[in-house]
């Protein structure tokens, strides 16, 4: 019966983020903000000879880990009563890491066991898929205004991925 089987799941997480402000002049500032997202997430599971007439074992590992990183700088100058300029240099990347393992184990000669001992089985698979991705992304941007009332804005933006093609940016 589906009650005798065995699943064991848990997950931790971890996330930490980090910002700063730096005036490095009256008109010019610095921001950055830091961050990491990392988990481990384990998930176990036996199906005892009650319910697959052999035993059946399943192991799950996933690593993961995340970095990321915004830096801005600022550049803010009132020329004068009607015209003023805003620049924004903005660099930002973002890296991830995966790890996901996977055993499966069947003909256990005992449920005593389970996931515990894989090696009681006598059938194994194993998997492990690593993988790994990146993302960067280039802004700048200038505001000119004109007497409070006209705005103009030029922007420009680069990204670039891993996800697409090997190290192309």
Not at 82 to 100: A, P, Y
Not at 127 to 151: C, E, H, M
Request: glycine share 2%; charged share 20%; proline share 1%.
């Amino acid at each position: 019966a589906v009650e005798n089987n065995i699943q064991d799941n848990n997950e931790n997480r971890l996330a930490v983020n980090g910002y700063l402000n730096y005036d490095i002049s009256k008109d010019l500032v610095f921001n950055s903000s830091a961050g990491i997202i990392k988990a481990d997430a384990h998930n176990n599971s036996y199906n005892p000879f009650i319910t697959s007439s052999i035993g059946i074992a399943n192991v799950r590992n996933i690593y993961s880990t995340k970095l990321f990183n915004t830096n801005r700088l600022t550049y803010t100058k009132d020329i004068n009563e009607k015209n003023n300029i805003k620049v924004d240099v903005i660099q930002e990347s973002v890296n991830e890491r995966f790890d996901n393992t996977l055993i499966y184990a069947s003909n256990f000669f005992t449920d005593l066991v389970s996931y515990n001992d894989l090696t009681v089985a006598s059938v194994y698979k194993v998997s492990n898929s690593p993988q790994s991705r990146q993302l960067n992304s280039d802004l700048g941007r200038i505001n000119y205004s004109l007497l409070d009332r006209y705005l103009l804005t030029l922007s420009y933006r680069a990204d670039g991925t891993s996800v697409f093609q090997k190290d192309k940016w």
